[in-house]
Nanobody, 124 residues
Framework: QVQLLEYGGGLVQAGGSLRLSCAAS????????MGWFRQAPGKEREFVAAVSRSGGSTDYADSVKGRFTISRHNAKNTVYLQMNSLKPEDTAVYYC?????????????????WGQGTQVTVSS
């Protein structure tokens, strides 16, 4: 089993920045892809970003491309999401996810483990 713990959420004004962190523990050797998803009230959980095991390959949703950066520090079993130029529409609960696969990184069903989520609120 793998446990994921997110932290770093909070309240920020539009145009500001936040960095989310997600620490993995347990059977981390089985983790390949790590990703971030978000879910706003009344909406489905949506893909934000993903990073490969080596960190050399990344993928982003169009809505965050150019503003968010995902990175990974394998020695610390941690994945980060640097969020810049935040907009009110970025307000959501952000979830960290981990997968034993390199496939289907943009869908929730492609991930095996999930964190509890951290709230990000962007005020206008």
């Amino acid at each position: 089993q793998v446990q994921l713990l997110e932290y770093g959420g909070g309240l920020v004004q539009a145009g500001g920045s936040l960095r989310l962190s997600c620490a993995a523990s347990g059977r981390t050797a089985n983790i390949y892809t790590m990703g971030w998803f978000r879910q706003a009230p009344g909406k489905e959980r949506e893909f934000v970003a993903a990073v490969s095991r080596s960190g050399g390959s990344t993928d982003y949703a169009d809505s965050v491309k150019g503003r968010f950066t995902i990175s990974r520090h394998n020695a610390k079993n941690t994945v980060y999401l640097q969020m810049n130029s935040l907009k009110p529409e970025d307000t959501a609960v952000y979830y960290c996810a981990a997968s034993n696969s390199i496939l289907r990184v943009r869908v929730t069903s492609g991930y095996h483990y999930w964190g509890q989520g951290t709230q990000v609120t962007v005020s206008s």
